[in-house]
């Protein structure tokens, strides 16, 4: 519809303009300088002709490669002006049709010039991107050229010379007011190649029209033709550096394109590799966790097997015993005071060890909860170390010699779990030592930490099992001949470290096992113990006074 709009307006303004200007010179046809030699000039016409021809080729090569309509445009208009050239002066040795009619192939080939100028000149100063009106008006002057080449394909340019080239002065002059402003004012350099194109044939041109149409006089200026030939080569030149331009301009925005796709290409390559890493991390973290989580379910299934094989060891010993004795008093009464006092004395030791173990159970389990806290009081050291090595007296086997004299009075801890741990070291002490002394003794080490070791006259530990005897289940190889469920010494280095100390081993004098544990001194006023303490440092050799 708008291209509709320009077409019927180009008409009606052509129509007008032929009727309010009269057209003198018809008959003569376009003549640009008449009566004047090209001898003179012939060189820059050659020039001329034969740059408008290499540049054209240019164009075309340029339009086959980028598709861009310019390009097109470009090879149209020197076209163009090359067939005017060559229709207005016919140099010597080039053949053109149309010699019996040369006025209407000149006619023919200035209005085809104008069509495609008009065209050219809005598409390569981008007159709809800066100024949509005036687009517009170089629409409607298109299609008045168009509309005069289809009358003068007719024969009628005669009629409508003047009006055709009054359009073009108008055209022109507005052409060249815009771009000057674009240059000056908007500063878009870019367009100075192709202002510096058409500036100097436009002056030219316009001065030509003026005189032609009689508005300005007929003053012979010597070299005249040497002048235009010199501007329409100087056009050619000009118009190939603005095009070649504008394949730079093009190439270097396609090369910053590609530049910048490239760019977030590989800025998408490296949010993917990092998306890689970051779910490899999560997988192999959640993979981790997974084998974390059936690991930690496979120790606990071994564990609860083994808590099972325990109590099926160590609860049915001392019940059997204690079943038996029963039996045997149920099935044979007696009033022997002494069998009396042997079978109460199998039971309670029985019974003593089902408590050791259930006591040993029931305190491991309170360690694993995770509210748990140390109950700590000044107690009274003698005490405690007496209770804890009650089991000894119900061995016909051992003796218990008790070294306090180098030990504090009080000590500030958990009653309740040192006698447990101490006792379980006692316990361990009556099932594994041959026959003999059982030695507990207590002192201060230079650090100020308490030391209550256990010694006995056993069969000892390998260096190697020595560190592996306080793991859950862990029973050193010279005692899997003794029943035992390998939870003691695991619950004695656990209460030692909540007391900011801990549990280790060392080979006694002449022989067997020593097992020491360490506490750490608590100010007074400090807040129960929440969590294990990392294990205290190991001294290097026995203080004095301790048992070697």
Known sequence: MQTLVQALAAAALLALLTRLLPNPQAAQGIAVFPG?????????????????????????????????????????????????AAFRYRPEGLWLPGANQPQHALSIAYCSFCVVATVFFSQLFEFRRHWIWAAHLFSVVAWLNAIALGLALLGGYPQISRAVV????????????????????RRQWQYLPGALAFAVPSALGILNLLRTQGLLPDVA?????????????SEAILLGMAVTNRTRVAERALRSERMQALSRAQAAEREL??????RTAQLQTAQQALQTALHSEREMRLEQRQFFNMINHEFRTPLTIVDGAATELQTFPTTDADSLIEQASQIRRASRRLMTLVDTCL?????????????????????????????????RRHRLKLDLEHGPQQWQCDPVLVRIAISNLVGNAIKYAKAGDITLAARCDASGDLLISVSDQGPGLAPEAAGQVFEPYERASA??????????????????????GDAFFQPAAGGGACFVIRLGRFLPGTADARQERPPAARPAAVPPGMPA
């Open 36 to 84: 004047r030699s090209m001898a003179p000039a012939a060189m820059l016409l050659y020039a001329y002709m034969g740059s408008a021809l290499a540049i054209t080729l240019m164009s075309l090569i340029l339009w086959c490669w980028l598709r861009e309509r310019l390009y097109i445009l470009c090879a149209a208009l020197l076209a163009a002006g090359f067939a005017y």
């Open 479 to 500: 005692t899997r001949h003794v029943n035992g469920h390998g939870l003691g010494l695991s619950v004695v280095r656990r209460i030692a470290r909540l007391h900011a």
């Open 166 to 185: 009054f359009t073009a002065l108008v055209s022109t002059s507005f052409g060249a007011v815009f771009v000057l402003y674009l240059l000056v004012v």
């Open 363 to 395: 305190i491991s389990d309170r360690l694993d909860a995770g509210a748990f806290r140390l109950q700590l009081e000044q107690t009274p050291l003698d005490e405690l170390l007496e209770e804890s090595a009650e089991l000894v007296g119900w061995s």
């Open 221 to 233: 200026l010597p070299s005249a033709q040497m002048l235009w030939f010199a501007g329409r080569v």
């Open 273 to 278: 590799e990092s998306k890689v890493l970051q």
